[in-house]
C-alpha cells in the first residue's frame, strides 16, 4: 500500500466517524498542508463545509454556528500562524462553553524546528483554552491505525459536547504528497453504522442529604431572589420561572438568559434591575438575605456593585457540572446539580415563609423602571431607540446577536419582556469586540434569520467577516450604532477628568464612512435619521435578502447624559418609595 492510500484511508476513516457522531458543518481555510482534511471534508456526502481565507474570521464564524446550532462545529487550517489566529475565538469559546473541533495541519516530525518553512511549535499551542489535546500520529492504514483514528474522533466529538462544552485540539502531522485518492473502493469503511465510541450522559444532582440541608437553610430567610445570568440551558427556563412563582422570589434575568422572550409567563421576570440599581444610596436599603443564581454572572456592573456593598449575602450558585464562576469573592455555596433538576426537587418542599411584599415592591419598581426607559426622545434618535425598535419589528423566531461594549448594556437596559421567540446570542465569555460580524454570520448560516446589533469600533474590528455574507449569500440585518468611537467610556471615570489624552486613548473616533464597507461586499446600506425612517428601513431590510446595514450616527456625550438623566429619573422614584416604606415602619 503506497503512501496516498495509506493517508487517504486514515484521513477519511477519521472524518466519517466524525459525520456518524453528528458533525455537520465544517469551518475550512485553505493551505497546503491541510490539503488532506480539507478535501476529504469536502468530499463526504454528509458534511457542509464553508470556506474563510481569514482564519480569525473563519475561527468566530465557526464559534457563532455553534452557538446557534448548539453542537459541534469543525475548524481546519494548514500549519505555522494560521493557527494562531484562532486564538481569541477559542478563548471565548472556553469561557462561554461553547463546543469546537480545531484540526490544525502540521509539518512531519523531521521538518520541525529545523528552519523549515511555515513551521512553528503547535503542540498544546492553545494551553488550558481546551479540554483536550492530541497530536497525532503520521497516517496508516493498518487496522490498528483505522480503528485507532476513529476512536479519537469519536472521543474528540464527545468531549467537546459534554457538560461543560468546549475545545478540542487535534494537530495532524502529514508527510507529502498531499492529495489524497478518492477513487479507493470502500473508501469510508465497511461498518459505518455505529460509532467507535458511545457515550450515555446522565444528569447531576444533589443527594437527598444535601437538598435537606439546603431547604433547611433556605427557611431561614425572609427575602430572596433568583438571579439567572447567561445560560443555554433551554430545558431548565421554564422550570426556573415555576419555582420563582411558586416561591415568591423576584428573578433578575439578564437578556442573555433568555428569560425575557417567549410566551412563558414572565409576571417574576424583573427584567430592568439593572437600571433600578444604578443608583448607590437606593443600593444600601435594598438588601435581600440570599441569592440563587443559575447561569454566569449577569452583564450589570449595577448588580455586581450591590453585591459586593452586602457582604453578609448569602450566596448559592448553580452549576450543571463543574466549574467555579463567582467573581465577587463572597462566601458562596456551589450547587453542582442540574438547573431543572435542583428547581423541580425544591418544589416537592413546602414554599419557605418569606416576605410577599418583597416581590410585590420589586414588580412595582419594575413597572416604574419600564415606564420611563421606553418614554422617547423627541428631538433626536437614541441609542434607546434603537433598542425599542428592534424590539417591535424584529422577526418572531429569530436571533438577535449582540456586541459588546455599550451595545448589550443597552440591551439590558431596554429590552423588555416580549411573547416573540428570540434567541439572543453574544459573545461575552470574554466580553471581547473582536469577530463579532463574523460570530453573528455563523449562527446566521445556520438558516435561521440574525439580527447584528454592533457599536462602530467593533463593526470596523471585524469588517472583513462581511465576506461570508456576500460569499454565501447570507441574510442579515446589522443596526450599526456609530457614536464615533469608543461611547462606553463616556460612562467610565476616565471621561470625568477631562484629559487631553481621552479621545486618543479612550475615545478612538474613526472618522470614516462605513457606507464604503457596505458597498465593497454589495450589501444594502440606509442611514435613517428620525424615528419613522429608521421602522421603515428595519421592515425594509427583514423583507430583503442578503445583507443589509442600517446606521444610527449618534453623539457620545449626548448619549452618556441622556442614559444618566434616565436612570437619575429611576433612582428618583425608587427613593420616594423607600422613603415611604421607611416612615411607614416608624
Avoid at 416561591?247 to 425575557?260: H, M, T, Y
Avoid at 455586581?304 to 467555579?324: A, P, Q, R, S
Wanted: net charge negative.
Amino acid at each position: 500500500m503506497n503512501h496516498t492510500e495509506q493517508l487517504t484511508r486514515y484521513v477519511a476513516q477519521f472524518v466519517d466517524e466524525l459525520a456518524t457522531n453528528g458533525l455537520v458543518n465544517v469551518v475550512i481555510s485553505p493551505g497546503s498542508r491541510s490539503t488532506p482534511l480539507a478535501m476529504t471534508f469536502t468530499h463526504h456526502p454528509s458534511i457542509k463545509t464553508w470556506v474563510n481565507m481569514d482564519e480569525r474570521s473563519a475561527s468566530f464564524f465557526a464559534l457563532g454556528m455553534a452557538k446557534q446550532t448548539n453542537r459541534p462545529v469543525a475548524l481546519v487550517c494548514t500549519s505555522g500562524t494560521a493557527a494562531a489566529n484562532y486564538y481569541p475565538a477559542i478563548i471565548e469559546a472556553h469561557y462561554s462553553r461553547v463546543p469546537l473541533l480545531v484540526f490544525t495541519a502540521d509539518r512531519p516530525h523531521e521538518l520541525r524546528d529545523v528552519g523549515a518553512p511555515q513551521s512553528i511549535n503547535q503542540l498544546r499551542l492553545f494551553g488550558e483554552y481546551t479540554k483536550w489535546f492530541q497530536e497525532l500520529s503520521l497516517p496508516d492504514a493498518t487496522q490498528m491505525s483505522l480503528s485507532y483514528i476513529r476512536s479519537v474522533a469519536a472521543r474528540a466529538y464527545h468531549l467537546s459536547n459534554a457538560t461543560n462544552k468546549g475545545v478540542i485540539h487535534l494537530n495532524f502531522p502529514f508527510r507529502e504528497p498531499l492529495v489524497p485518492d478518492f477513487s479507493l473502493s470502500d473508501l469510508w469503511g465497511a461498518d459505518r453504522t455505529r460509532s467507535q465510541l458511545e457515550v450515555a450522559q446522565g444528569y447531576a444532582q444533589l443527594s437527598v442529604n444535601q437538598l435537606q440541608q439546603l431547604y433547611n437553610q433556605l427557611q431561614q430567610y425572609r427575602k430572596g431572589i433568583i438571579v439567572c445570568g447567561p445560560m443555554e440551558n433551554q430545558e431548565a427556563q421554564a422550570d426556573i420561572i415555576a419555582f420563582a412563582k411558586e416561591w415568591k422570589f423576584p428573578v433578575f434575568a439578564d437578556p442573555l438568559s433568555q428569560l425575557r422572550q417567549g410566551e412563558a409567563d414572565k409576571d417574576v421576570v424583573i427584567e430592568s434591575y439593572d437600571a433600578i440599581l444604578k443608583d448607590a444610596t437606593n443600593r444600601k436599603h435594598i438588601k435581600p438575605d440570599f441569592v440563587i443564581r443559575f447561569g454566569a454572572m449577569p452583564i450589570s456592573k449595577a448588580y455586581m456593585l450591590w453585591l459586593k456593598e452586602h457582604d453578609n449575602i448569602d450566596h448559592y450558585v448553580v452549576e450543571e457540572k463543574e466549574g467555579f464562576r463567582e467573581p465577587v469573592g463572597h462566601k458562596t455555596t456551589m450547587l453542582y446539580t442540574e438547573p431543572r433538576v435542583l428547581c423541580r426537587s425544591l418544589m416537592s418542599f413546602s414554599p419557605p415563609p418569606f416576605d410577599t411584599d418583597w416581590l410585590a415592591k420589586w414588580q412595582q419598581w419594575n413597572q416604574h423602571a419600564v415606564s420611563i426607559l421606553r418614554t422617547q426622545d423627541k428631538h433626536s434618535l437614541t441609542e434607546g431607540d434603537a433598542v425599542l425598535g428592534l424590539a417591535d419589528l424584529i422577526p418572531d423566531d429569530s436571533t438577535l446577536f449582540i456586541g459588546n461594549s455599550m451595545a448589550i448594556r443597552d440591551i439590558d437596559t431596554f429590552w423588555f419582556s416580549t411573547n416573540k421567540s428570540i434567541r439572543m446570542l453574544c459573545n461575552r465569555g470574554a466580553n471581547g469586540i473582536d469577530g463579532v460580524i463574523s460570530s453573528a454570520l455563523g449562527a446566521s448560516s445556520a438558516n435561521k434569520r440574525v439580527t447584528l446589533l454592533i457599536g462602530d469600533l467593533s463593526f470596523f474590528h471585524d469588517q472583513n467577516g462581511l465576506l461570508m455574507a456576500k460569499h454565501y449569500q447570507l441574510d442579515m440585518t446589522i443596526v450599526l450604532i456609530n457614536n464615533n468611537g469608543g461611547g462606553i467610556f463616556s460612562f467610565l471615570p476616565q471621561a470625568k477628568q477631562q484629559s487631553p489624552y481621552y479621545e486618543a486613548l479612550f475615545g478612538t473616533p474613526l472618522d470614516i464612512d462605513l457606507a464604503h464597507t457596505v458597498q465593497l461586499y454589495q450589501g444594502h446600506y440606509t442611514h435613517p435619521t428620525d424615528w419613522s425612517e429608521y421602522k421603515q428601513a428595519l421592515e425594509a431590510s427583514y423583507k430583503r435578502p442578503g445583507l443589509s446595514v442600517i446606521e444610527l450616527k449618534t453623539i457620545r456625550e449626548e448619549n452618556a447624559h441622556w442614559h444618566e438623566n434616565k436612570w437619575k429619573e429611576i433612582a428618583s422614584l425608587i427613593e420616594d418609595d423607600i422613603n415611604v416604606s421607611n416612615n411607614k415602619r416608624l
